[in-house]
Structures are given as C-alpha cells and as structure tokens.
C-alpha cells in the first residue's frame, strides 16, 4: 500500500483514528534526539514508550554502549562549542571546558534525563525490529534483548530519533591487500597501532582526528581524500570557530560569508597549502566543515602525508591515483555513514544513497503520525535544533496544523535544490542544514503555532 493509499484509508476508519489518539507515542532511540523528543511530549501531555537498544541514555556518547552504535574513541571531543551544543532549556555548566570530552556530554545528557525525570519512560535493552503502518496507527514489534521475547504493541504515531552514524560505509576498492582493513567506527585506543604503517581514507571529522592520533604511535600515517577539505582551526583569533559565526553573519549572501570565511582564515593560520595541504577546489562552506586545530601542523612537521584518492590495493601497498604509493600494514575507512532504518520496510521509508525527503527534515508527506528527530547534519551543534524539531512534533500531536501535501512537497524539492547548489554532490551532504537558519526557521515556526493556541 502507498502513502497516498495509507492516507485515504485512515480517513476512512476514522473510528480507528479517534481510538489511536488514546495510544501512546513512540520514540526510538534515547540519544540526543530520543530524549528532548519525550521531554518535549511530556510537557505537552503526551503519553511516551521510548525503546532504546542499549542501557543507558546518551546514543553515540555512551562510550563503548552495549547497543553496538556509537563509534566515540576515548581521545573524541566535541568540535562545537559548549555553548552552541547546550539545550535551550539546560546550560552546560560554565566551568566546563570550551569543547567538551565525550564523558562530559554524557555527563550532561545524564543530567538532563534527570532534570526532567525523562528515564521512566524508556525500555532500555528493549531494540525496535519493525515499524509498520496499520489501521491509522503504528505496529511496533520490539525484542526485549534480555529474555529475547518479542512484543507487538499498536502505538498513535512514532518519533524516529534512531541516529544515523552507526551503519559504516566501507567503499569498494580494487586489488587485494594482506593487512587489516576497519571502519573507523571500531577505531577506540591508538596503542594497538604503534610501530604501524597506517593509511586513513577520508578527511571528515573523523579522519582528521584519528590520523592526528595516531602521528605520535603509528610508524607513518597517510591520509588519503578524494575531495580534499578546508581545515578549519577550533579557535580563529582566540575565538571557538563556531562562535565567530553569528545570527547576523549567517544572513549574509553565501558569497560574502566565503569572501569573509576565507580573510580570516588568511590571517589566522595562513594558505594549507604553505603546510602541505592542497586547498580543495570546492568552495568553503560546500562541504561539512572539518574542523582541527592539529592537522595542519603536523602535516608541515612530516608527522602526517596527505595523498589523493585511493586507486587500487596491492599486497602491501596503497596506490593513489597519481601513481604514488604507500606501504601499509592497516587501511582505516573514515568514509563515513549510510543512513539506514532496518525496522522500515522500503515500501514505508528509506534513504536510498542518503536521500530523505522530509517536511522541515522532520515530516514524510503523505505518511501520517511518522516523524524524524535529528535526520540532519548540522554546519554547527546539534542539540538545540533536534530540541525545536521535537517541539514541533509535540505541537503537530498536539493539533497543531500541516500545510497540504502539496505545498509541503514543493518547499521539499526548494529545500533540495538551495542544499545541492550550496554544497557538493556527495552522500554525506544530503541532510545538510546550517546553524541559524534552521534553528531560527524551526524556533518561528513553534512560535507561531504557540502563539496562535493562546490567542484562540
Ligand atoms: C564522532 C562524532 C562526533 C560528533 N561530534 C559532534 C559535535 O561535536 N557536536 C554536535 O552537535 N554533534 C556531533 N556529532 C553528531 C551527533 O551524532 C549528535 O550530536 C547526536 O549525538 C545525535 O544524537 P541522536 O540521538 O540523533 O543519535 P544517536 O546518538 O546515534 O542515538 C540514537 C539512539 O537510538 C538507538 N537506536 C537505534 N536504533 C534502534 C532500534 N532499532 N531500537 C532501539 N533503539 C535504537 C541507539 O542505540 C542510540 O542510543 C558527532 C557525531 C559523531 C559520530
Ligand atoms: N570531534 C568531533 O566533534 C567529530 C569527530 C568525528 C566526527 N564528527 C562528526 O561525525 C559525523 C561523521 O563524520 P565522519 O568524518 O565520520 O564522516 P563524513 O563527514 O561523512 O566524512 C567522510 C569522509 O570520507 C570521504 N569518503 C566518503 N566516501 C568515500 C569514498 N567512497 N571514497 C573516498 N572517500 C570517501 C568523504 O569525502 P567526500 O567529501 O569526497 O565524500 C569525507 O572526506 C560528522 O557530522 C562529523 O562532524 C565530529
């Protein structure tokens, strides 16, 4: 059955609909999106079942969590500032650092679920299997990982904050090699790679940390990029990076924020290519920014070789397509994730090559009581534009009004087309949204829906 089929049917059983709105919500996942999502429901009455795979709260900051996702290594810290990444309604305490170590945020998200009292409402050990539409609500089977009993239970609409950054994508490469190949997801320690010959493939994030890790135990290090990437420092001018964007600068054209982005990055630390880093053909700002404040350094200083793309494999070396090659005892893909949902049939939802279409990142058209918490990639933190998405949603469960399919569906293809002519065409880009503008657009948007409530 389609969408569209779906819809008309729940129009139709219309005394199903009005029994489901005595259901609870479910949330999946109690990570940063699952935990403001039931805090966000409770204030407005909303009965919650969050499942959640693992133990404990915190997703991706529980280090080493027993649901298997998170891909944190012991040395990760954040990369945005902890004033950007706060909750609206829960500081990060002002001692803390600037950027926090990943026990820190999960200090922080602990004391947030206790803040709000929000544990009660979680099934810990508890893994979604299957989410299928039925009868103008939501089938949810759930397997309880301690006595491997499987239960099915109907619930009004269900809130997807299941995070996108566990499944690893592993490119296929050409010839055979005899060494160790892993995903950087488990990559945790560097001593296991002292003495090595390490090549990282990608230069996100994730890349650029491990590789500046592993130059002080690892024999040689090589970080291989297809598309090469601006290295933006964590502090321009003794500033946090994301602090010297603001609101205002963020409503500057596209063009005068590069022209900006690119002076002061000029005065700051100079070209990357005065260290060895070619500068990527692409733009800044069109590509996730990859933020550290080593790399550069440690490029200049011999310690790290950055090399093209990856061509074949032989038995003990890397060829990049420029002919070059490497000896390498491991390959660490720090290629990045496929957003993937296994408790959807492909019929209900999926992400071929990344893609969602969603309403606000957040809405399927055309998919009654189905929402996404945290299906974005932020230019900037999380937390507080996953706190107005869930806000949102509240209100939308709460009688909150849509526009009509089709209006929603045209700003989908708009939204589409502003993110593909910002942002080269590449996978991980697809859910890319920028700080302010999408926290401001989602902030107004909440507003007027409470605004318009207390004014009826
Ligand atoms: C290495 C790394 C560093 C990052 N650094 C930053 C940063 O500096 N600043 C920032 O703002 N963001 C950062 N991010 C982005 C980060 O993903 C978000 O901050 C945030 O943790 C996302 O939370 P989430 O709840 O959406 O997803 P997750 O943290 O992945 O939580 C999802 C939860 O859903 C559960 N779950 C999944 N499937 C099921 C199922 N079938 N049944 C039951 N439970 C399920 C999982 O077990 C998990 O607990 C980083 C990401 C990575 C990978
Ligand atoms: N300290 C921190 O806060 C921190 C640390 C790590 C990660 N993170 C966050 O975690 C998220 C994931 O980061 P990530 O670095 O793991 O992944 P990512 O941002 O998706 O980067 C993946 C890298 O791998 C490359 N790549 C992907 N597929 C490839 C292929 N087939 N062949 C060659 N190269 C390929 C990409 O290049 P292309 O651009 O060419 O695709 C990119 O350089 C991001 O939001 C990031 O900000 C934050």
Redesign the pocket.
């Known amino acids: 059955m389609g969408p569209a089929d779906r819809r008309a049917k729940s129009k139709m059983s219309g005394n199903m609909v009005g029994m489901n709105q005595q259901l609870p919500v479910c949330v999946i996942g109690a990570g940063v999106s699952g935990l403001t999502s039931i805090k966000q429901l409770r204030d407005r009455g909303i009965d919650v079942v969050c499942f959640e795979t693992g133990s404990d709260v915190g997703g991706i900051w529980r280090y080493d969590n027993d649901s298997g996702r998170s891909?944190a290594y012991a040395s990760?810290?954040?990369?945005?500032s902890k004033e950007r990444f706060a909750y609206a309604d829960h500081p990060v305490p002002r001692k803390w650092p600037t950027?926090l170590h990943h026990t820190q945020v999960l200090e922080y998200l602990e004391s947030y679920a206790d803040r709000f009292a929000i544990r009660d409402a979680i099934r810990f050990r508890h893994d979604v299997m299957s989410v299928v539409p039925d009868d103008g609500g939501w089938r949810v089977k759930v397997c309880d990982l301690d006595t491997d009993e499987v239960a099915s239970q109907m619930y009004r609409a269900v809130v997807v904050a299941s995070g996108h950054?566990w499944d690893p994508?592993i490119?296929?490469q050409s010839g055979s090699f005899s060494g160790e190949i892993m995903h950087?997801?488990s990559y945790r320690t560097p001593d296991r790679f002292i003495g090595k010959h390490v090549v990282v493939?990608?230069?996100?994030?994730?890349?650029?940390?491990i590789a500046c890790e592993l130059s002080w135990h690892a024999a040689s290090v090589t970080i291989?990029?297809?598309?090469?990437?601006h290295i933006l420092p964590r502090y321009i001018l003794g500033r946090p990076l994301d602090r010297i964007s603001t609101r205002a600068s963020s409503r500057l054209p596209l063009v005068v924020q590069r022209l900006a982005y690119q002076a002061l990055l000029r005065i700051a630390r100079g070209s990357q290519e005065s260290y060895g880093v070619p500068t990527p053909d692409a733009p800044i700002l069109s590509?996730?920014?990859?933020?550290s404040q080593d790399l550069l350094g440690l490029v200049k200083d011999g310690q790290i070789v950055v090399k093209g793309?990856?061509s074949r494999f032989t038995d003990t070396e890397v060829v990049f397509a420029n002919g070059d090659s490497v000896s390498a005892d491991v390959i660490i893909?720090?290629?990045?994730?496929t957003i993937t949902f296994p408790f959807f049939d492909e019929s209900v939802f999926s992400a071929r090559d990344n893609r969602v279409d969603l309403y606000k990142m957040v809405v399927p058209v055309d998919t009654e009581g189905l929402y996404f918490i945290g299906l974005i990639?932020?230019v900037g933190a999380m937390p507080p534009l996953v706190e107005q998405q869930a806000r949102w949603v509240a209100q939308l469960l709460d009688g909150a009004p849509l526009p009509s399919s089709g209006e929603m569906r045209a700003e989908v293809v708009v939204d589409r087309y502003t993110r593909q002519k910002q942002y080269?065409e590449?996978?991980?880009?697809t859910i890319q949204v920028d700080y302010w503008p999408y926290l401001d657009q989602m902030r107004a948007l909440c507003d007027a829906n409470d605004a318009q409530r207390s004014g009826e």
């Open positions: 891909p990760l810290h954040i990369d945005t950027y950054h994508n490119p296929k950087a997801r493939v990608g230069l996100g994030n994730t890349g650029a940390d291989s990029t297809r598309s090469g990437a590509q996730h920014p990859t933020v793309d990856v893909y720090a290629t990045g994730y990639q932020p080269l590449r996978p991980r880009h």
